[in-house]
């Protein structure tokens, strides 16, 4: 089963700040925590930026930690387009102006709890797709969309679900 789950925008519309946003209200909607979120720059501009969802917030996931208590989380992480980046998915998408702009990391077998998230997440972004690194495959949003409205499936991280 892929290590990450990646979401794939049009190079056009691609803002950190919108991305950030976007992700931080699908959390909030699905009743998680967007925390530790951390900007690297390069030269006075936005390099990358990532960040932590959780099930509880950043004091609580510390204590958890510290006493050893498991708590749902995985980290995310916002890439930007680069030069390379046109036509990077054509041969998934067939469509050039996609690329890598966010994805979903260390989620410990959690696809439930990613997939909690991944369906308001692309209520409002109906023009993206998800993507597993390894995988000859993808969802479009309303794919997600969806899959979200019949019981959950497990099997939706490891093979292309059909929708009824």
């Known amino acids: 089963m892929s290590a990450s789950i990646i979401i794939l925008k049009e190079i056009q519309t691609f803002s950190y700040l919108d991305i ?9 909607k699905c009743n998680m925590h967007c925390i530790y979120v951390n900007t690297h ?8 930026l990532d ?9 609580t996931l510390q204590k958890n930690y510290q006493n050893g208590i498991y708590t749902k989380q995985c980290t995310f992480h ?11 998915f054509t041969w998934l998408i067939n469509n050039k102006n996609y690329f890598w702009a966010l994805d979903l990391q260390n989620l410990s077998n959690e696809y439930a709890f990613a997939f909690r998230f991944l369906a308001q ?10 993507w597993f ?5 993808y ?13 959950y499936c497990a099997e939706w991280a490891s093979k292309k679900l059909s929708i009824l």
């Open 121 to 130: 997440y692309f209520k409002k972004n109906k023009n993206d797709y998800l």
């Open 133 to 137: 690194d390894d995988a000859d495959w």
């Open 41 to 48: 720059f390069n030269n006075h501009e936005f390099e990358d």
């Open 20 to 28: 950030l946003n976007d992700v931080k209200t699908a959390a909030h």
């Open 51 to 59: 960040g932590t969802l959780s099930e509880v917030d950043a004091e």
């Open 139 to 151: 969802y479009s949003a309303q794919d997600i969309i969806n899959l979200s409205k019949q019981p």
């Open 78 to 88: 916002i890439r930007k387009p680069t030069e390379l980046s046109y036509d990077s």
